[in-house]
Structure formats: C-alpha cells, structure tokens
C-alpha cells in the first residue's frame, strides 16, 4: 500500500535555488494539502487542492506556489529559496466524506 | 491569536499514569476535532475525532469536546512506552473538503 508519496526525503539548497517537492497519492482522493512542521510551531497549511484544477492559500503561502492538473499528484514549488523555509514539508490527502488525512513521511529541507 | 493553541511540553509521565492533553480553539465554527498522533521522523498518523461536543472513548484512549469552552482533551489510561510520541490537536468545520489546523504539538514521554 503506497498511500501518500514524497520525494525527495531529504535536500539542501542554496539560498536563491528552485527546487520542485513531489507529492503523490494513489487513494483517489479528492482533497490534498501542504503543510509545513516547525519546532513549537505544529503543522501549518501552506496551500491545499480540492481537487484537479482547483487550489487555495492556506496559512503560509508566501514563497511557494503549487498546481494540480491531476487527482493523483500534487507538487510544491520553491520559487526562490530562503533559510525561512528550512523546515520538515508534509503532504496530505483525504477523501470527500471523510475525516482522515493521510500523510506522506515529509520532506527535511534545509536552505542554507 | 493562533485559532488552535496546544501547551507544547514535554510531558515526561511514568509508565501506567493518566496522562491528559489539552488543546484550546478561537473559531467557533469548528465541528471536527481529531487527535493526531507522530512517531519521530514520521507522519502524523490519525488516531481518533470527535464530531460536536461529548466524548469517544476507543480502548485506553478518550477524546473529549466541550463546545461552550472551546476546549478539547486526551486522557490516556495506562500510558505505555510505546505512547510516547508528539499529539497533535486539529480542527475543522466540515468533514471534507475544508482546511484541517493543527495545534504546535505536545510531546509525550512514558517513563518505564
């Protein structure tokens, strides 16, 4: 069972690189989302997809961007990197109807 | 004001303690209250919601609601080691297709 896929697990960047985290599900989920973990901070919502061609801001959404052109995949973009978005990634999705969310293994980030 | 706010700990409990999580919400439009639960460098993983207020009880956990105070709780009975893990409080106004915020966090530590 796949459930929610991240990749990569792990990536440094250099401050001002782009880079692209990958997030896939195979659940047919309608719903996914982005969240970020922080020490003392928890999870907060970078941007979140109701579905294909469909998507919204969330907590955070400064300096990330995102799309959806399939139910199955949903990537976050890092434009132009900072030390502010060093930090853990995590992708969720949940289907319609239910509670849920089901969570990739995240993503470790560090900008430098 | 944070919507969901959650005492980060640590919370270090002996093994076979009550131990007790607490989390506070501004919105009171919130219907769906969850618990999730996260291992080190691991998803969060969903380990039981509520709808409205009341309890739900599952095994040696209880989740608890209490609408007109705004505030939700944990209590674990006959906490083992292998409870020790993060807690992480969440929130949402419908079951799908809506933002779910998390609370920071607390983590647990059972001492055997």
Redesign the interface.
């Known amino acids: 069972n796949a459930g929610v896929t991240q990749t990569p697990k792990f990536q440094v960047l250099k401050t001002g690189q782009s880079m692209t985290l990958q997030c896939a599900q195979d659940m047919n989920h309608e719903y996914m989302s982005w969240y970020r973990q922080d020490p003392g901070m928890g999870l907060r919502l970078i941007h979140y997809s109701v579905g294909a061609g469909i998507t919204d801001q969330g907590e955070v959404p400064n300096g990330y961007n995102v799309s959806r052109s399939t139910t199955e995949d949903f990537p976050l973009r890092l434009l132009s990197a900072a030390p502010s978005q060093t930090s853990v990634y995590f992708c969720a999705s949940r289907s319609t109807g239910e509670t849920e969310a089901f969570f990739g293994q995240g993503t470790r980030l560090t900008v430098v | 004001q944070k919507e969901?706010e959650?005492d980060?700990g640590p919370l270090s409990v002996p093994e076979g303690a009550i131990v007790s999580l607490n989390c506070t919400y501004s919105n009171s439009a919130f219907q769906?209250f969850?618990w999730y639960r996260q291992y080190s460098?691991?998803?969060?993983?969903?380990l039981m919601?509520t709808y409205s207020s009341g309890n739900k009880e599952d095994g040696r956990f209880t989740a608890q609601v209490d609408k007109s105070s705004k505030y939700i709780s944990l209590f674990i009975r006959d906490s083992q080691p292998s409870d020790s893990a993060t807690y992480?409080c969440?929130m949402?106004v419908y079951?799908?297709?809506s933002?779910?915020?998390?609370?920071?966090?607390t983590r647990l530590s059972i001492r055997p």
């Open positions: 969901v959650q980060p769906y969850m460098r691991k998803g969060p993983e969903l919601y992480l969440a949402s079951s799908s297709a933002k779910i915020i998390f609370g920071s966090g």
